[in-house]
């Protein structure tokens, strides 16, 4: 690409040094320079582009993005701009060209149920034929191949790579998952989405975005930044249950589809939920009446996000008869209130939650089963938001037995975690356990048969964090493994 034509996306910049004609590639990793790549330094949690400039300029890197004045070799080009990731946004969308303009774009936000909902969205497609791709924190889903992502939200050059690649895999649908941060750090800037929807907004991330009232404006910029241009065919989909669905409805001049269970201004809504066989059976109140509907997923949680997706392909044109077909053939969203095969005389259920929330919702859905007692395993991450770990705690407390943990304990010292958390629970049948995989062990020691034990806060993930290296970790594995051990199975 012409260098120039790329640079004149920046408006506000400073110059230094001659522009070359052209561009091979933008990158932000020194380590995948090639010759006449454009480097764009980027300040991470734990590392700095700024520092690997000369390492960029040695591999063949021609222009230099900063945020500072550098000291580089002669030859070399440097724009300075005062912030390098949201430039990163405006580049890298304009050298893929825009490739979200050529597709139909979903963004999901909320605390929690971003996954499943856009688990859902994109199983729904696909068992409909339609060639589509999906992001977030499972990973990178193409046309039905998984491949592994950093960050719910992916960086900014990442994001419009992904787009371009299911555009050249002839895609028509993509699906993402958007977070706060992704929102708040323009991650998504140059992403054209057709329709936004909200889950719910519940405590977290509060280290980051400091207020509950930060952190819901921040979800509320997917809702801002799909424009004023009414001739475009988009539309917004809101769980009618929670409070800041109105504030988002207001953010937008598109229509507005709302769900949930209670509220009057539903579209669609549910009711009779009941549970047998680890199936949810519920009626289904549409526009054009109501419709018993029988699903493979567990829990009021999940009626919600299959009720945000139905209320997404209802509006998209999709007949209900058709939407109900496929929401009966979903299997169980990977990591969400999955069942672990095994042949153990107890029940293992592996989940992602890590917010208070999204706890008392992986209890509840799990009570209609339960034949013994239920065990919950819950941990929370290191040097992160420490707020919610009482209430985290206090949540889990509704199990007859908790174990208390980590999930990615970084540089923090076990007893530091599980001290917070042991601080919001409700009664003494509980264990500290830093460790992760003895806590794992030792929930299947203290199992009893008809037991059921939750595994929560790791969900799909295959590793755990300490410090800043990625280990080995399965909490499926790990327990299947004890469980056979134990009953001799």
């Known amino acids: ?62 222009i230099i993005v900063t945020e500072r004045e550098l000291t580089l070799p002669k030859g070399v080009t440097q724009v300075v701009v005062r912030d390098t990731t949201r430039a990163l946004g405006l580049l890298a969308a304009k050298f893929y060209d825009y ?10 936000t909320g605390t929690n149920g971003k996954t499943s909902v ?15 791709a999906l992001t977030g924190t499972i990973g990178f889903n193409l046309n039905g191949i998984l491949y592994e992502s950093a960050n719910t939200t992916s960086d900014a050059l990442s994001t419009q790579q992904m787009i371009f690649r299911a555009k050249m895999e002839g895609c028509r649908v993509m699906t993402m998952e958007v977070s706060s941060h992704g929102l708040a750090l323009g991650r998504l800037a140059g992403v054209d989405y057709d329709v936004a929807i909200f889950t719910n907004l519940t405590h977290d991330h509060l280290d980051f975005h400091g207020t509950m ?67 949810t059976h519920f009626d289904m109140h549409t526009p054009e009446g109501i419709f018993p509907v029988t699903m493979n997923l567990l829990g009021d949680f999940n009626v919600y996000n299959v009720l945000a997706a139905a209320t997404t392909f ?35 259920f592996i989940d992602y939650a890590h917010t208070p929330d999204a706890i008392e919702k992986a209890i509840q859905a799990a009570e209609p089963y339960k034949q013994g007692k239920i065990i ?36 923090e010292e076990y007893d530091s975690i599980t001290g917070d958390l042991a601080k919001g629970m409700t009664h003494e049948n509980f264990a500290c356990i ?29 590793f755990q964090i300490i410090e800043n290296t990625k280990y080995p970790h399965s909490d499926a594995e790990i327990a299947v493994e004890a469980g056979m051990k134990k009953f001799n199975v």
């Open 434 to 462: 830093g460790d992760r995989a003895e806590a794992v062990c030792h929930a299947i020691e203290v199992a009893e048969p008809g037991d059921m034990i939750i595994f929560a806060g790791k969900g799909h993930e295959d």
């Open 213 to 279: 009232e930060d952190y819901g404006q921040a979800k509320g910029l997917l809702f801002s930044q799909l424009g004023q241009d009414l001739e475009k065919n988009k539309y917004v989909v809101l769980n009618a249950d929670d409070p800041w669905a109105e504030r988002y409805a207001k953010m937008t001049p598109f229509p507005v589809w709302r769900y949930g269970f209670t509220s009057e201004r539903a579209d669609f809504k549910a009711s009779n939920c009941s549970y047998e066989n680890f199936k």
């Open 118 to 132: 856009t688990g859902i969205i994109q199983n729904m497609l696909q068992s409909m034929g339609t060639k589509s």
């Open 314 to 348: 209802y509006a998209r044109g999709h007949a209900i008869e058709q939407i109900i077909e496929h929401i009966e053939l979903l299997p169980p969203v990977k990591g969400r209130m999955e069942k672990v095969p095994s042949d153990l005389p107890i029940e293992i």
């Open 1 to 62: 690409m012409y260098a120039g034509e790329l640079l004149n996306m920046l408006p506000v910049k400073r110059v230094i040094g001659e522009v070359p004609a052209h561009v091979t590639e933008i990158v932000i990793d020194s380590r995948a320079v090639q010759q006449d790549s454009m480097f764009i330094c980027i300040k991470g949690y734990t590392v700095d582009g700024h520092d690997y400039a000369e390492q960029a300029i040695e591999a063949g890197a021609t």
């Open 99 to 108: 490739p979200s303009q050529d597709m139909f774009m979903i963004g999901v």
């Open 376 to 411: 919950f395993l819950v941990g929370t991450g290191g040097n992160r938001d420490k707020s919610k770990r009482p209430a985290m705690a206090e949540k889990a407390s509704r199990a007859e037995y908790v174990i208390l943990t980590t999930d990615d304990p970084r540089y």
